[in-house]
């Protein structure tokens, strides 16, 4: 009996496994996405390798010349050891942070019928929070350029 038990039990096992776990069809699923990426990754190495590889051979002179800074054909003027001014980074993490958030106003804008009242009455607060941040950070002086 208990060797009967054991065989069924272990047809029971063997035909869940086969129904639950179809190893071709993960790799159907992920095949399409593994392709992309190889072929990505191809392309990539082939950009990479064809300027080495086809392009014209140049002498120490040239390559010197190239690693200087060049500004509208004039010869600059900025030392190594320049440093930019802390209100540059400021003004462009202040730009970023609110160039994003304005992003997040164009699929409500888009669906704004299927979205309903609420999302009306959220994009109003989103958009009252973003002018209160923004008079905060002019009222700061963080816009001003010294």
């Known amino acids: 009996m208990t060797s009967?038990?054991?065989?069924?039990?272990?047809?029971?096992?063997?035909?869940?496994?086969?129904?639950?776990?179809?190893?071709?069809?993960?790799?159907?699923?992920?095949?399409?996405a593994i392709v992309f990426l190889v072929i990505g990754l191809i392309v990539a190495a082939a950009f990479g390798l064809a300027p080495r590889l086809l392009g014209p051979r140049r002498a120490a002179a040239s390559r010197q010349s190239q690693m200087t800074p060049y500004e509208c054909g004039l010869p600059s003027e900025v030392t190594r050891?320049?440093?930019?001014?802390?209100?540059?980074?400021?003004?462009a993490m202040l730009f970023i942070l609110f160039d994003i958030e304005v992003i997040f106003l164009y699929p409500i804008a888009v669906q704004?019928?299927?979205?309903?009242?609420?999302?009306?009455?959220?994009?109003?607060?989103?958009?009252?929070?973003?002018?209160?941040?923004?008079a905060y950070v002019w009222r700061r002086g963080a816009l001003e350029w010294k």
């Not at 050891?81 to 003004?91: A, C, K, P, Q, V």
């Not at 704004?112 to 923004?134: D, P, S």
């Open 4 to 32: 009967s038990v054991s065989a069924l039990s272990n047809t029971l096992l063997q035909s869940a496994r086969v129904r639950w776990y179809k190893p071709h069809a993960v790799l159907t699923s992920y095949g399409p």
């Open 81 to 91: 050891n320049f440093r930019f001014g802390i209100s540059f980074y400021l003004i």
């Open 112 to 134: 704004l019928r299927a979205f309903g009242t609420f999302a009306l009455v959220e994009t109003a607060v989103f958009i009252t929070l973003l002018m209160i941040a923004f």
